[in-house]
């Protein structure tokens, strides 16, 4: 197993996890220096390229925006998103994390559970890639959004998931919008560190987009709090820039060349 893979695992229960998403290198190499995982997130589709939701996004888009996090990468683990059809089955799956490991060198690749995928991960964790895992509200597989397991059906149902997961051999697993009791029940029984992003603070660690984050996408849901308005702040600095220009402040003497 990778030493950085190793390390994550050794975390659980010592502290919390600190993840973010990133789509170029100058995000990367900032949170590089802040999160124990950068994922590039096949959130990129609606975050950054305007998409209506993530299954448009293509496998080449997410490769060529990871080989870019990792030039800003050294020190968190780089997990890598599989798009929606990348890994339907075995035989497709394992043609295509060969060509984002070999692509990318990153140090994982992330797939969404169906409820049926269990062996995918088996086979892959098998031949040497590291799997994090991805229950609850998975965008892939599901057509509207709301949180998951708060009934108790659904409940028992994300726990026998997670446990089976954690027995394909996944590293870690993401639970998005899992009831606050339930992510609990889900990080306390199992054994890989559990990555919340809108499951509650008992997660073993915490994921959100970074666009989100800063203020820039505009998406605003209950679970992500926006600790600058990086938009208002841009706001102002092209509009500076705009009234500059206009009034011939710039460019300058010292911005030309004589």
Do not use: W
Not at 65 to 82: C, F, P, Q
């Amino acid at each position: 197993m990778r030493n950085k893979i190793k390390r994550i695992i050794s975390l659980k229960s010592k502290r919390k996890l600190v993840c973010l998403t990133a789509y170029s290198k100058p995000i990367a190499k900032i949170l590089d220096n802040h999160c124990d995982m950068i994922l590039v997130g096949d959130s990129m589709a609606t975050a950054f390229y305007g998409m209506e939701n993530t299954k448009s996004i293509s496998l080449k888009t997410i490769i060529n925006h990871s080989i870019a996090v990792k030039k800003g990468t050294s020190k968190s683990t780089l997990v890598v998103d599989m798009p929606i059809n990348t890994y339907k089955n075995f035989k497709i799956a394992k043609k295509n994390v060969i060509e984002v490991f070999k692509q990318t060198k990153c140090d994982a690749v992330k797939l969404e559970s169906n409820g049926k995928n269990f062996d995918i991960i088996r086979k892959l964790v098998k031949l040497g890639f590291p799997v994090m895992g991805h229950i609850g509200y998975t965008p892939q597989n599901k057509k509207k959004f709301e949180p998951q397991g708060i009934k108790k059906d659904e409940e028992k149902k994300l726990i026998k998931e997670s446990l089976e997961i954690e027995k394909a051999g996944a590293f870690s697993l993401v639970l998005e919008c899992i009831a606050e009791k339930t992510s609990k029940k889900i990080t306390n029984i199992t054994s890989v560190p559990t990555i919340g992003i809108g499951s509650s603070k008992f997660c073993d660690g915490q994921i959100l987009v970074t666009d989100d984050l800063i203020g820039l996408s505009g998406f605003k849901p209950k679970f992500v709090k926006k600790y600058i308005n990086l938009k208002k702040i841009l706001e102002k600095t092209f509009t500076k820039f705009k009234t500059d220009v206009l009034k011939q402040k710039f460019p300058a003497k010292k911005n030309s060349y004589n």
